[in-house]
């Protein structure tokens, strides 16, 4: 399905939901496509509300995946704070959310948390994803 369904959202809400023909919010995967090719490979608790976060959030904390995006292409030594406090990272920021925004996305519901750890990883391996990244800190 298109992220652009998602656009605007601020949480899983009943109309969001709606999309994805579900009443309530999901553990599960979720894989973001570019020109049917998997990038990332994600899990969460809430699937639905998570997906919206990446999109639609301007924070680092939530939009982990746009901010680590944004650094490939705008590399820095800054603390990430500081990185959303500056105009040229923060443009990159968005522009790579824009760009997010453009792609599919795709998702399976997993409730056992030990399969959907897995699963991430093995989908992660399988899809060649190029943003994931399983490096401890």
């Avoid at 652009?4 to 309530?24: C, E, I, Q, Y």
């Avoid at 599960?28 to 020109?35: D, E, I, P, T």
């Avoid at 406090?85 to 443009?91: E, G, I, N, P, S």
Wanted: net charge positive; with cysteine.
């Amino acid at each position: 399905m298109s992220t652009v369904d998602f656009v605007g959202f601020r949480s899983a809400t009943r109309t969001a939901l709606g999309r994805v023909d579900k009443p309530t919010d999901f553990p599960g995967c979720y894989v973001f496509l570019r020109a049917g090719t998997a990038i990332y490979v994600g899990i969460s608790r809430g699937v639905v509300n998570r997906i919206i976060q990446h999109i639609n959030s301007d924070t680092h904390y939530s939009a982990s995946l746009v901010y680590r995006m944004a650094c490939n292409e705008h590399p820095h030594k800054m603390r990430r704070d500081e990185a959303m406090k500056h105009d040229q990272f923060r443009t990159a920021f968005f522009s790579v959310q824009n760009r997010l925004r453009e792609m599919s996305v795709a998702f399976i519901e997993i409730h056992n948390d030990l399969e959907l750890y897995l699963f991430e990883v093995y989908a992660a391996m399988k899809l060649h994803t190029v943003l994931n990244t399983f490096r401890t800190h």
